[in-house]
């Protein structure tokens, strides 16, 4: 899929592994064959998004299986919508679990296109390490370097966007699947944290611009017994840093059993 230049916005083409403009801006593609298109100005820190530890606790996490049935949802909701040649973007896709698995199950149904973007360079490079099949690229998902309305199709599972960017980047009457935290999520974590656990609130559903396709909730209980993998929940979530280290002892010792509680909604551009 092709990006245009975060620096002029001219369409990038792509020869020996450098992405370059007609205003000669250069992208190189890194060893493991992502490009980094997030200019140094767009950064507001020296490593923004999720950090190297972060992502690879979440990748044993994932790769274990515990979110499968959500992956599996996202795929069996994608393949309904998607068409020949389609152009798809995973926005804030991680270290690549659901893109990947995405990717596998519509290829067995049509040929797309899958991009993974990431604002994280240490997720984008472990992403496009194992999942080569893939294009990846480190940019933000307040400003992506996709031509105005060239995708079909958008996945945002748990990451931070902008409305009116997604709005030019998407296709008319394309795609939005997002899933977001419900109500009961993690429920039984916050119990240890906060003496007075708050549910988390139901995010708008409808987005201005958009159709509200479908709206499903999918909810089951964790359950986990490895110390190991149980550690690695709790630091790809944002309770690692309020549990204390005895709480976080105990889970691991005597086992973790939690609520998921997943909202999914898809959303269609107007035309
Ligand atoms: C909770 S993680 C979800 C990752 C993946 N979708 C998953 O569910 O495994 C949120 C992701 O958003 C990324 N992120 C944070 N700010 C971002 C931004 N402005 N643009 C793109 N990605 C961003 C983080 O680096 C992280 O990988
Ligand atoms: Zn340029």
Redesign the pocket.
């Known amino acids: 899929m092709a990006y245009i230049c975060p620096l002029c916005r001219q369409l990038l083409q792509l020869t020996d592994k450098t992405w370059r403009c007609s205003n000669n801006h250069c992208f190189d593609c890194a060893k493991e064959g992502y490009v980094n298109l997030l200019p140094v100005q767009n950064k507001n820190s020296k490593d923004?998004?999720?950090n190297q530890q972060m992502?690879l606790a979440?990748r044993q996490f994932?790769e274990a299986g515990f979110?499968q049935p959500l992956s599996e949802k996202v795929n069996q909701i994608a393949c309904g919508l998607i068409k020949q040649n389609c152009q798809i973007l995973?926005?804030?896709?991680?270290?690549g679990?659901?893109s990947n698995r995405l990717f596998e199950a519509l290829n067995q149904q049509v040929e797309a296109q899958l991009v993974g973007?990431?604002?994280?360079k240490s997720?984008i490079k472990y992403a496009a390490k194992k999942y080569k099949q893939l294009q990846f690229c480190v940019?933000?998902?307040?400003d992506m370097p996709f031509e105005d309305h060239s995708i079909d199709l958008m996945l945002r599972?748990?990451?931070?966007?902008k409305l009116d960017e997604i709005k030019r980047v998407l296709k008319k009457e394309g795609y939005l699947i997002t899933?977001s935290p419900a109500p009961k999520h993690h429920y039984a974590i916050k119990e240890l944290i906060y003496e007075q656990p708050r549910l988390h609130p139901v995010s708008e559903a409808e987005l201005d611009g958009f159709k509200l396709v479908e709206q499903q909730q999918l909810s089951w209980q964790l359950e986990m017994t490895d110390a190991a993998m149980i550690g690695h929940f709790l630091e790809?979530t944002p309770y690692a840093w309020k549990l204390t280290s005895d709480q976080k002892q105990q889970l691991m010792q005597n086992g973790l059993s939690c609520e998921l509680d997943f909202q999914i909604e898809i959303h269609q551009l107007l035309s």
């Open positions: 923004p998004g999720d992502m979440r994932l979110y995973d926005i804030g896709c991680g270290e679990y659901y973007l990431d604002i994280s997720a940019a933000s998902a307040y599972i748990y990451a931070p966007s899933v790809m």
